[in-house]
T-cell receptor, first 112, second 114 residues
Framework: GESVGLHLPTLSVQEGDNSIINCAYSNSASDYFIWYKQESGKGPQFIIDIRSNMDKRQGQRVTVLLNKTVKHLSLQIAATQPGDSAVYFC???????????FGKGTRLHILP | DAGITQSPRHKVTETGTPVTLRCHQTENHRYMYWYRQDPGHGLRLIHYSYGVKDTDKGEVSDGYSVSRSKTEDFLLTLESATSSQTSVYFCAISESSGGVYEQYFGPGTRLTVT
């Protein structure tokens, strides 16, 4: 069946370094992809999305890269800060589809 | 933050009792969703609604029912709670923006079934 997954359940990064969180998806018909951040005790929060007709999209300190050839996307966080400590989920959706599928999440630890 | 509230925020109940969780939105969004979140499983869709009185099942719908009589409220009912339904439940809302259904989540309800 359709799935969205992350490569690593946990990632530790030094404060100030860049973080890269990876995600793979199985459905080649997925039309858009979304990254969410979930802090402890809170609901997931939208970070950035990207349509399948794009390779790259930038936000504030975040960049999402999409490689449709290998069905892979990544979230890059520049100059990682303590406030970036959270679980990050990727999710995918199809065109005209009101549901999205979530991956299992990667916990990002920030080292002082 | 999107105008989404969930009630109760915490609940402890006994096996076999009925439980209803409420999601309330002030955004007038068409779509509403109920997820459960468990360690090692991420977020799994239970039921969702695409309009008043219009609902559909998600991937883990067994043991759950939903109702949506008003745009702003989406209720999740466990008819007879079991220990396997101990979880954190999140409600989400969305509208289509250029074909992307960006979802906004509530704060969650932690349910413990003893």
């Amino acid at each position: 069946g359709e799935s969205v997954g992350l490569h690593l359940p946990t990632l530790s990064v030094q404060e100030g370094d860049n973080s890269i969180i990876n995600c793979a998806y199985s459905n080649s018909a997925s039309d858009y992809f979304i990254w969410y951040k979930q802090e402890s005790g809170k609901g997931p929060q939208f970070i950035i999305d990207i349509r399948s007709n794009m390779d790259k999209r930038q936000g504030q300190r975040v960049t999402v890269l999409l490689n449709k050839t290998v069905k892979h996307l990544s979230l890059q966080i520049a100059a990682t800060q303590p406030g970036d400590s959270a679980v990050y989920f990727c999710a995918s959706g199809g065109n005209r589809d009101d549901k999205i599928i979530f991956g299992k999440g990667t916990r990002l630890h920030i080292l002082p | 933050d999107a105008g989404i509230t969930q009630s109760p925020r915490h609940k402890v109940t006994e096996t076999g009792t009925p439980v209803t969780l409420r999601c309330h939105q002030t955004e007038n969004h068409r779509y509403m969703y109920w997820y459960r979140q468990d360690p090692g499983h991420g977020l799994r869709l239970i039921h969702y609604s695409y309009g008043v009185k219009d609902t559909d099942k998600g991937e883990v719908s067994d043991g759950y029912s939903v109702s949506r009589s008003k745009t702003e409220d989406f209720l999740l009912t466990l008819e007879s709670a079991t220990s396997s339904q101990t979880s954190v439940y999140f409600c989400a809302i969305s509208e289509s923006s250029g074909g992307v259904y960006e979802q906004y989540f509530g704060p969650g309800t932690r349910l413990t079934v003893t």
